[in-house]
């Protein structure tokens, strides 16, 4: 039988494959790769998406955050900001944005809008149900809700938007309610807005600050005592106070007065009340010593001791001690109507009467004298 001849296969050779199968896996393989390569493409994609959308949230709410912060600062820096006085429970008060960098809290590099081109506002609130709050509102309205609801990895806390009809204000630090303020300005607040609030407890501000004005911290159309009233010590260190005009004191330990100093209620010295210039003053008590160059007393001057250099002239004298004086003494009535002194040294005394023990005087002149000697 003719017919080529067919070589016995070897045990563990392998037989090639035929070129047709060879191709036919390739080409598997090259879809299998696209296949993949696109659903990595696709995932890329979305994580960029994502990331960029999650960077626009984040600009969107900080953009908020520092605008209602700005504004709690403006009215706490300034006690006769407009929104203290507010009517409460009336529509919102708009704050100008230029109010704010007027006092540099914010830049006019900033402008109106946020990074997404939302139109940026603020407002001031005072809700009828807590009118010592005041609620500051800063507002990004845009055209087209946020991509997603704020949240804690934004970074900060009392933002928040509204989904849907949903009325209350969701975010990191936020679960407010929008329906009063809706019904007091319609629209006010819409699911393409974003929202951050703060506050300024009007009462606190009060207790926490002296004021240099008159101011009616909560708005109750009076002003509030406690906002001009110390609560500690006050150190001047070293510094003065001028231009005072009433001073009330329980106790005042000043080491010069200088200038005419008057006194027009009762002055109580403890110590010692020296007076080189002249004094006027109506009721004088000194437990101590007081020496005069000059002394006009129109009242009654009551002392153990006084020592002048100068003029003594006076209505009505009580002295418990010894009087010296080196110059004259000229006295209306002393002692309600008379002079009662154990020793007087004086080079000349005038009075209307006077019963003395001793006197001793190189000039005395009486215009009426009784008990005198012969």
């Known amino acids: 039988m003719s017919g080529a001849r067919q070589e016995p296969a070897v ?3 392998v037989r090639p494959r035929p070129r047709r199968s060879r191709r036919g896996l390739a080409l598997w393989d090259l879809m299998m790769a696209m296949a993949v390569l696109s659903a990595v493409t696709l995932w890329g994609a979305q994580v960029a998406g994502d990331w960029i959308e999650g960077r626009v949230v984040t600009g969107e709410v900080r953009t908020v955050a520092e605008l209602a912060r700005a504004g709690r600062l403006l ?3 300034d006690v006769a900001h407009a929104g203290r006085t507010h009517g409460a429970g009336a529509a919102p008060l708009a704050v100008a944005l230029g109010d704010l960098e007027a006092a540099d809290l914010r830049s006019p590099a900033l402008g109106t809008q946020s990074p997404g081109r939302r139109d940026l506002t603020l407002w001031l609130w005072r809700p009828a149900a807590s009118p010592d709050t005041l609620l500051v509102i800063a507002r990004a309205r845009g055209a087209l809700p946020l991509a997603r609801l704020p949240g804690a990895e934004d970074g900060v806390t009392g933002v928040g938007a509204m989904r849907g009809t ?10 407010f309610d929008m329906t009063g303020l809706n019904a007091l300005v319609a629209g006010f607040a819409t699911a393409s807005d974003v929202f951050a609030l703060d506050h300024v407890a009007l009462a606190v501000t009060c207790r926490s600050y ?3 004005v008159e101011v009616d911290c909560d708005g109750d159309g009076t002003p509030d005592v406690i906002a001009n009233t110390m609560e500690t010590d006050l150190d001047m260190g070293d510094q003065d106070i001028t231009a005072a005009g009433n001073v009330t004191a329980a106790t005042a330990a000043i080491g010069t007065l200088e200038g005419a100093t008057t006194v027009s209620g009762a002055l109580t010295v403890g110590g010692e009340l020296e007076v080189s210039g002249t004094t006027t003053m109506a009721d004088l008590t000194v437990t101590g010593a007081v020496t005069a160059d000059s002394a006009d007393i129109q009242g009654t001057l009551t002392v ?9 002239t006076g209505a009505n004298l009580t002295l418990n001690g010894t009087m010296i004086v080196s110059g004259e003494a000229r006295l209306a009535d002393a002692d309600a109507d008379t002079l009662n002194v154990v020793t007087l040294n004086v080079e000349l005394l005038s009075s209307d009467t006077g019963v003395f023990q001793d006197l001793f ?3 005395a002149t009486f215009t009426s004298c009784t008990g005198c000697g012969p």
């Open 11 to 13: 045990r563990g050779q």
């Open 75 to 77: 009215v706490e820096g």
């Open 210 to 212: 002296l004021y240099r």
């Open 166 to 175: 949903d009325t209350r204000l969701r975010g990191p630090g936020l679960n």
């Open 304 to 312: 153990p001791d006084i020592t002048a250099t100068g003029t003594v």
């Open 361 to 363: 005087a190189d000039s």
